[in-house]
T-cell receptor
Framework: GQNIDQPTEMTATEGAIVQINCTYQ??????LFWYQQHAGEAPTFLSY??LDGLEEKGRFSSFLSRSKGYSYLLLKELQMKDSASYLC??????????WGAGTKLIIKP | GAVVSQHPSWVICKSGTSVKIECRSL??????MFWYRQFPKQSLMLMAT?????????EQGVEKDKFLINHASLTLSTLTVTSAHPEDSSFYIC?????????????FGPGTRLLVL
């Protein structure tokens, strides 16, 4: 079956760095997405990786290793507003998105 | 760019009534739109995929006669929850793909909270 694994919850301190990992096993691969979802709101797009390596976008970076079925989202200089759930999703061979359950990130002052 | 709107944002209805939710892509043409449902503290659950001008493809376990989806134009898809019951209360979110650019990325609407009494 298809599976996306990410930690359920993480806690970090304001101003620090946090890395949220995602491992996947899917039938085919057409890219990996990270979305941010604040409580009670819809997800917003953060990043898309289809090739191996690191993509940097401001305070957020996303890394992909296709051979390891692994990605991480790196958040630097954490701010209180970064408290949210972070969803990892993989597009399979049918171009369907397979969603992880999300990682709830709690930022403490 | 890539803005998706949903209407209404909140709806409360009596059991047995039907509710229509609209999803619009405001600044792009959405060849494909998706409807998701999310229960509290749970992940997104894909309900159906709709392509403009064709019938929606429903995920296993989703009743197509209960959740009617219409994608009549490249900018509008509607989800109608027919004969709603309290167990249908949930957060319904649509997303859309821009057929011309960044085709792989789904952009989400703000969601619709449905409460069935």
């Amino acid at each position: 079956g298809q599976n996306i694994d990410q930690p359920t919850e993480m806690t970090a301190t304001e101003g620090a760095i946090v890395q949220i990992n995602c491992t996947y096993q899917t039938s085919g691969f057409n890219g990996l997405f990270w979305y941010q979802q604040h409580a009670g709101e819809a997800p917003t797009f953060l990043s898309y990786n289809v090739l191996d390596g690191l993509e940097e976008k401001g305070r957020f970076s996303s890394f992909l290793s296709r051979s390891k079925g692994y990605s991480y989202l790196l958040l630097k200089e954490l701010q209180m507003k970064d408290s949210a759930s972070y969803l990892c999703a993989v597009m399979d061979s049918n171009y369907q998105l397979i969603w992880g359950a999300g990682t709830k990130l709690i930022i403490k002052p | 760019g890539a803005v998706v709107s949903q209407h209404p944002s909140w709806v409360i209805c009596k059991s047995g009534t039907s509710v229509k939710i609209e999803c619009r892509s405001l600044d792009f043409q959405a060849t494909t739109m998706f409807w998701y449902r999310q229960f509290p503290k749970q992940s997104l659950m894909l309900m159906a995929t709709s392509n403009e001008g064709s019938k929606a493809t429903y995920e296993q376990g989703v009743e197509k006669d209960k959740f009617l989806i219409n994608h009549a134009s490249l900018t509008l898809s509607t989800l109608t929850v027919t004969s709603a019951h309290p167990e249908d209360s949930s957060f319904y979110i649509c997303s859309a793909r821009d057929g011309d650019r960044n085709w792989e990325t789904q952009y989400f609407g703000p969601g619709t909270r449905l409460l069935v009494l």
